[in-house]
């Protein structure tokens, strides 16, 4: 429920401006939540001048005053940054610490989502990721030999995935450590699940910007992502929730590989009207 100090409050209804619900109403000066249409998104608390609302199902210590020194990020600085990430798909023999994990998570758990649902769940796998490769490379396996064993003109350019998961699975089989194509040896992944697609990839983005921050490298498993939405099995194995589907997975370690420029890309397609 949102809460009003009213000893704070001065009226000033900026609160009633911001609410999109129309949930805020000024009573005798003061401004009073109906608490019927609020989806609990904070707006009201970020706008207020006089810091008097408060969510009492939230931890109000997330909120941090507005400082320009800590919140400001150069857009030049921004957009290189954004530039320069790529997928890293070699990783140093290193653990990833625990307390940079949760920094990753974080910027996950403060991205924006459809009527504030916050529906967004993180799995994060360490002891048990031998076990999840093998399910991985097994339901890929049969994925390829299932397309292999009924090739149509359109399924033919999935052809060489097909080839490739079979290999894949046999060559890790052969030697684990050199040929590792999934996860590709790094210490943990991170598997992101929503009720809505857009919510978790959303979450997903943010979340890659701060493992780039922490000097870690990330590359995101499509692959992984196919599989675990054919398999049940590997769905129970990491206890997706019940009306969730795994939306993506973030392979994330230390990178054992050193770039040293941004690389082109197509223009922009771009509709002015």
């Not at 401006?17 to 970020?46: L, Q």
């Amino acid at each position: 429920m949102i809460k009003i100090d009213v000893e704070k409050c001065i009226g000033c209804g900026q609160c009633v401006k911001d609410c999109f619900p129309n949930d805020i109403e000024i009573v005798y000066g003061k401004a009073h939540v109906k608490n019927v249409a609020c989806i609990k998104c904070g707006h009201c608390i970020a706008v207020c001048p006089k810091n008097a609302v408060s969510i009492d199902e939230y931890s109000m210590e997330d909120v941090k005053e507005y400082n320009k020194e800590e919140f400001f990020i150069d857009e030049d600085n921004l957009l290189n940054f954004i530039k320069f990430r790529r997928s890293v798909r070699q990783f140093k023999d290193k653990e990833v610490e625990e307390e940079k994990i949760r920094k990753i998570i974080e910027a996950g758990r403060f991205t924006q989502t459809g009527s504030n649902m916050q529906d967004v769940s993180y799995i994060v796998v360490r002891e048990g990721l031998e076990k999840l490769k093998i399910l991985t490379f097994d339901v890929l396996k049969e994925i390829g030999e299932q397309m292999l064993s009924n090739l149509t003109p359109e399924t033919m350019r999935f052809k060489n995935y097909a080839q490739m998961w079979i290999k894949m699975r046999d060559s890790y089989e052969q030697n684990p450590k050199e040929n590792d194509r999934l996860f590709f040896n790094a210490p943990i992944v991170i598997v992101v699940t929503a009720s809505s697609e857009v919510n978790g990839a959303l979450a997903s983005s943010n979340m890659e910007l701060m493992t780039n921050a922490l000097g870690l490298g990330t590359v995101f498993s499509g692959f992984f992502v196919r599989a675990a939405r054919r398999s049940k099995k590997i769905r129970e194995f990491l206890g997706v929730e019940e009306g969730k589907q795994v939306i993506t997975c973030m392979v994330i370690g230390y990178s054992d590989v050193k770039y040293f420029r941004t690389v082109p890309r197509k223009e922009a397609n771009i509709s002015w009207l």
